[in-house]
């Protein structure tokens, strides 16, 4: 089974995990730092940030491709998968500015909210769905004759 969301928003999010990476990459060259962040701010902030994507982007990444699998509403899921890779997009240029600021405050609002979301989705879809009939094991040892 082929899962369209799921895939499209995990490619956004494998491009925007090296984006990250590179923004990492490229303070670490500039500052001659090979391992860790060498004493300079930047390079640590860019650091968490990426940390921070690859922390939320994983369990994120599951839930959707659980609850699209469980047949959630496609339309909830894009809108659910669009605000978590813009969240994530805006995250790192929020890390930048001084504490605290909107735009940090607010992507990570948006993260939570809809891994909260997705989370709860996960949860109840199972007790929303029309409850399966159940064969007792007597009706099933009498069918077995």
């Known amino acids: ?35 860790g962040d060498g004493g300079h701010e930047g390079v640590q902030t860019r650091m968490r940030a990426h940390a921070n994507f690859a922390e939320a982007t994983p369990i994120f990444l599951i839930l959707l491709a659980l609850v699209e699998l469980a047949k959630g509403s496609a339309l909830w899921l894009w809108l659910a998968g669009i605000l978590f890779v813009l969240a994530r997009l805006a995250h790192p240029f929020g890390m930048e500015r001084p504490a605290p600021n909107a735009l940090r405050m607010g992507s990570v609002a948006v993260t939570w909210l809809v891994l909260l979301a997705l989370g709860a989705y996960a949860i109840a879809i199972p007790y929303l769905e029309r409850a399966p009939s159940r064969i007792t094991y007597a009706e099933l040892v009498a069918s077995a004759g």
């Open 1 to 35: 089974m082929i899962l369209p969301i799921t895939l499209t928003i995990a490619g956004a999010a494998a491009l925007l995990n090296i984006w990250l990476s590179l923004r990492v990459s490229h303070l670490r060259r500039l500052h001659k730092v090979s391992i």
